[in-house]
């Protein structure tokens, strides 16, 4: 309008379009998934390890960068190019890593965890809704419900012998 001090000047109506030709994938992220699972052949039987391949295997799949790190080897040097920290909580507390994204999800021996141990992380998940839900409320601290999940490649009742166990 002529009136230049008109509201239809001042804040004129949105124009939304979309743009063509842009298309991003996700970044590709450096992720250490950090497991209470002891070195060699001893760790290789624990369900934190086979957990943690399964979850490496689908982060990859998205173009995620994973390495699992065992107990022996959270200390190592090039852990600081990474740029997620995702503990899988079990038996051990691990101290969070300055300068990355510190994600905890506990999926096991929730009576070791305290309340300053959550509030260090950016992050905490917990394989329980009601316990979640007890200590958000209780500490002050956002723990956020995150189911453990079954990797169906390898835990599915065709992959036992017949007739070796229960019905599913």
Do not use: K
């Not at 949105?14 to 998934?33: C, I, N």
């Not at 497991?35 to 399964?54: H, K, Q």
């Not at 305290?114 to 500490?139: G, H, I, M």
């Amino acid at each position: 309008p002529e009136d230049r001090t008109a509201p239809s000047v001042l804040v004129p109506e949105p124009v939304v379009r979309s743009l063509l030709g842009v298309h991003e994938a996700p970044p590709r992220l450096r992720w250490a998934v950090d497991i209470a699972a002891p070195a060699a052949a001893r760790g290789d039987r624990w369900g934190d390890t086979y957990f943690a391949r399964s979850l490496a295997d689908a982060l990859e799949r998205r173009g995620q960068h994973v390495a699992i790190d065992r107990r022996d080897a959270r200390d190592r040097d090039s852990r600081d190019l990474d740029d997620v920290l995702l503990v899988l909580r079990g038996l051990d507390r691990v101290m969070p890593r300055p300068g990355l994204l510190n994600v905890e999800w506990i999926i096991s021996h929730p009576d070791m965890i305290t309340p300053d141990e959550v509030a260090a992380f950016d992050l905490v998940y917990a394989a329980s809704t009601s316990w979640s839900e007890r200590v958000s409320r209780e500490w002050g601290t956002v723990v956020t419900p995150l189911l453990q999940c079954t990797d169906t490649r390898w835990f599915h009742p065709d992959r036992a012998e017949p007739d070796t166990g229960p019905a599913l």
